[in-house]
């Protein structure tokens, strides 16, 4: 039987008692990582609970979190405070007032090497039953895990993603990949050529081990390995942790610093091309579970953390699939019903040169602001969606917009309010018809001597030449500053 006091014992993860040593002889039964402020909902008894503290903001954060740990019989938490400076204080007293086990982990160990190593512990102590899947199964990659799995049910795999991507197969293509993502994401049935198992608790984004061909005639020691294989395939799950120069690089980012040594620091070099991808939630762990989600299937190099309240990955511009904004969009699309309540907004800014790194972040929050004010639930919205215009306008205060708006247009709106005409319409139409008066009179269904008439008057008043391209650009970014 594998217990807390065990975990401390492994010299190679040099886990430091912060608190509960009097708790130390509880049972450990699984292992599960989690950034989310509250994961009541995905918490079982028995685990060892591993956070990199993301979640946590100020102190009175850790008090909801480590409540329902103990309300879910949490064998111990494990926490690394790399990002705060070390484990904060209302952690280690939330923890002795709910009688908690705390572990810090030291910030230069992988959530990863402490899954792997704590699934052997467990797996050391374990009586499997007869015709489960033989013990070294615990230490295969996913791949060799599903072949193995594969082989045992005499049936094809794929470990499906909510979103529909095939994480992995025996070999064979998953043609309706997508609508069983679809169906399994809303917990709707499957088609009875397949069968789905949940592969994993807790990520925004469920996994599910799929089994091919008659399942209905399976024994019980063939559904025994399934399970077995889904859950192992859960194990493989830990969060995405920042490495010390990533996380360097996005407190320059942040704040201020050499950026080029920052990249440098991450191994980037000088004529890197990047990609910025914001992800905003109203959980921000769920935004950075949906972010590493949307990246992964692509050989794509990535940097990982946090813009302002925003998930933001660096990307590489080498490789960048041109169609990745409407692919993400149809991911999203697929594990939509699966997402905790609120809007998923993306946006994407780039590509820049390294040293041009900030210009497209404002412009992927730009592309974030567009999704947010149409009305889909979910919205990607790419920088070449942005026109020109709402970047140059984008820092421009409202006080100073209106004294711009006046300044230009003033003459013409005071003109169309004494005479009810509506000379702006006019012009505006003129102007988004490239300057014709022969589409502009098309568009507003009036003879063209007419249009003439109406930009002559309007550039009158005005005391402008409206067919001058310079004053086209001023009159019209003054017509946009409203919208």
């Not at 026109?387 to 006046?406: C, F, I, K, N, W």
Request: glycine share 10%.
């Amino acid at each position: 039987m594998t217990v807390v006091k065990t975990l401390l014992e492994l010299p190679e993860l040099r886990l430091r008692l912060r608190g509960g040593g009097d708790l130390l002889d509880r049972r450990v039964t699984r292992v599960y990582g989690t950034e989310l402020p509250d994961p009541s909902r995905y918490l079982s008894a028995g685990e060892l609970v591993l956070t990199g503290l993301l979640w946590w903001r100020g102190p009175g954060d850790a008090e909801a979190f480590v409540a329902a740990l103990a309300r879910a019989g949490t064998a111990a938490l494990a926490a690394s405070g790399a990002d705060s400076g070390g484990i904060p204080d209302d952690l280690i007293e939330a923890c002795e007032r709910h009688r908690i086990p705390l572990l810090e982990v030291p910030p230069d160990l992988s959530f990863a090497v402490i899954v792997e190593r704590v699934v052997l512990e467990l797996a050391a102590h374990r009586e499997a039953p007869p015709g489960r899947l033989p013990a070294h199964a615990v230490e295969l990659s996913l791949p060799e895990l599903l072949r193995l799995g594969a082989t045992e049910l005499g049936v094809p795999c794929w470990i499906l993603a909510g979103t529909g991507r095939v994480v992995a197969s025996t070999g064979l293509l998953l043609p309706e990949a997508e609508p069983l993502a679809a169906a399994f994401s809303m917990g709707a049935e499957v088609d009875s050529r397949h069968t789905v198992l949940p592969a994993g608790e807790g990520c925004t984004v469920p996994w599910a081990l799929v089994a091919g061909g008659d399942t209905a005639r399976w024994t019980a020691e063939q559904h025994e390995i399934a399970a077995e294989v889904a859950a192992l395939i859960g194990r493989r799950r830990t969060p995405a942790r920042q490495t010390e120069a990533e996380r360097s690089l996005f407190r320059v980012l942040n704040g201020g610093g050499d950026l080029a040594e920052a990249f440098a620091a991450a191994g980037w070099a000088p004529d890197t091309s990047v990609r910025v991808v914001l992800t905003r939630t109203e959980g921000d762990a769920v935004a950075g579970d949906l972010l590493d989600e949307l990246l992964a299937g692509y050989p794509l190099r990535v940097l990982r953390g946090r813009f302002g309240d925003d998930s933001c990955a660096l990307v590489a511009a080498d490789g960048w699939p041109s169609d990745w904004p409407a692919a993400a969009g149809r991911a999203l699309s697929t594990v939509e019903p699966a997402l905790p309540p609120g809007r998923v907004l993306v946006g994407v800014g780039g590509p820049a040169a390294l040293t041009g790194v900030r210009g497209a972040l404002e412009e992927a929050v730009h592309a974030l602001e567009i999704g947010a004010n149409r009305e889909d639930r979910v919205a990607v919205v790419p920088g070449e969606e942005i026109g020109v215009h709402r970047l140059v306008l984008a820092g421009v205060s409202d006080e100073l917009r209106a004294a711009l708006r006046r300044r230009v247009l003033g003459p013409l709106l005071d003109y169309d309010a004494a005479q009810h005409s509506d000379l702006v319409h006019t012009v505006r139409v003129f102007l988004e018809s490239s300057g014709s008066p022969a589409v502009a009179a098309k568009a507003l269904h009036i003879h063209v001597n007419t249009l003439r008439y109406r930009i002559g008057r309007a550039g009158e008043l005005l005391g402008l030449d409206l067919t001058d391209f310079t004053n086209q650009v001023d009159v019209y970014l003054a017509l946009r500053i409203s919208g």
